[in-house]
Every structure is written in C-alpha cells, then in structure tokens.
C-alpha cells in the first residue's frame, strides 16, 4: 500500500472556501486502477495559516505513479490555480509506502 500526501498552508479565514472546492471538484480517481479511497484533512491553525492534507491511499507507488501522467490527472488538476488569495505557496508532497 502508498500513501501519498500534499500539505496546503491555507489562509486564515479561507478554510470553508478551500473545502468548498474539493467538495466541488471533479477528482476522477473513482476509475484509476490502484486508487483505493481519499480524505482531506484539516489540521491546527497559527497566527498565518490552517494546515490541510490531501491523504489518497493507493495500492502500489506505481499506480499513484501512473495516475500522476494520466489524463485524469490533468483533468482533476485543471483549475488548480484559479483561487487566488487561498493557498499561501504550493503544496508540499509526502510519500509513504506502508512497512507494517
């Protein structure tokens, strides 16, 4: 099993907004061979950001891999940068492959 995380630092007061469009958005994981479920996840909040996570669990790194130079990516990742003023830089990529 893999896991793959992107960490977003999200502006203050942009939380809902941020939900909003992943809530919205079309991930066309549902038919991508190895995707096995997805979460999004809200973390704690400082005085600049409120950290969130994208959390996927896919059945092998290569299939992650696969979907990253897929056409369904692309489509999934298509107005990634439309929302000004809500992402404070670009995400953060973290990879696990599971040992126990």
């Known amino acids: 099993m893999f896991?793959?995380?992107n960490r977003f630092k999200i502006a203050l007061g942009r939380e809902n907004e941020f939900i909003e469009i992943w809530r919205n958005r079309e991930s066309h994981l549902?038919?991508?061979?190895?995707f096995k479920e997805f979460h999004l996840l809200q973390?704690?909040?400082n005085e600049?950001?409120?950290l969130f996570a994208s959390h996927s669990i896919w059945e092998t790194p290569e299939?992650?891999?696969a979907w990253t130079h897929?056409?369904?990516f692309r489509k999934a990742h298509a107005n990634a940068?439309?929302?000004?003023?809500?992402?404070l830089g670009h995400p953060q990529f973290e990879g696990f492959n599971t040992v126990l």
């Open 3 to 5: 896991i793959a995380m």
């Open 30 to 34: 549902d038919d991508v061979p190895g």
């Open 70 to 72: 897929s056409e369904a």
């Open 63 to 65: 299939a992650f891999a």
């Open 43 to 45: 973390g704690s909040s």
């Open 81 to 87: 940068g439309s929302a000004k003023g809500i992402y």
């Open 48 to 50: 600049e950001y409120t």
